[in-house]
């Protein structure tokens, strides 16, 4: 089984900064790509940033230039650091990983619970 728990998450003043973080564990053979994804309330799961296990980065328009999505590989651990924030910022972030589990022939994506964002004006 494989496990995400993100951290970091809190209240944040518009300008500010946080960083997020999400260690994965559990029967890990290798993770292709990792990621961060965030749902507002009443709105879709979207897609903020992910990084690649070469170190490709992709960002969603909203968040270029303001976040930054990095990994330690040895560590399993994905970060993302988030300046000059927004209250439109404010939702739920998940992380999620597509991970190779040992003796499997596949990858399969798992997914963090979640950790609050609020941005206040």
């Given at each position: 089984?494989?496990?995400?728990?993100?951290?970091g998450g809190?209240?944040?003043?518009a300008?500010?900064?946080?960083?997020?973080?999400?260690?994965?564990?559990?029967?890990?053979?290798?993770?292709?790509?990792?990621?961060?994804?965030?749902?507002a309330?009443?709105?879709?799961?979207?897609?903020v940033?992910?990084?690649?296990?070469?170190?490709?980065?992709?960002?969603?328009?909203?968040?270029?230039?303001?976040?930054?999505i990095?990994?330690?590989?040895a560590?399993?651990?994905?970060?993302?650091?988030?300046?000059?924030?927004?209250?439109?910022d404010?939702?739920?972030y998940?992380?999620?990983?597509?991970?190779?589990?040992?003796?499997?022939?596949?990858?399969?994506?798992?997914?963090?619970?979640?950790t609050q964002v609020?941005?206040?004006?």
């Open positions: 089984q494989v496990q995400l728990v993100e951290s809190g209240l944040v003043e300008g500010g900064s946080l960083r997020l973080s999400c260690a994965a564990s559990g029967s890990i053979f290798s993770i292709s790509v990792m990621g961060w994804y965030r749902q309330p009443g709105k879709q799961r979207e897609l940033a992910d990084i690649t296990s070469g170190g490709r980065t992709n960002y969603a328009d909203s968040v270029k230039g303001r976040f930054t990095s990994r330690d590989g560590k399993k651990t994905v970060y993302l650091q988030m300046n000059s924030l927004k209250p439109e404010t939702a739920v998940y992380c999620n990983a597509e991970v190779l589990g040992y003796g499997r022939g596949d990858y399969n994506l798992y997914w963090g619970q979640g609020t941005v206040s004006s």
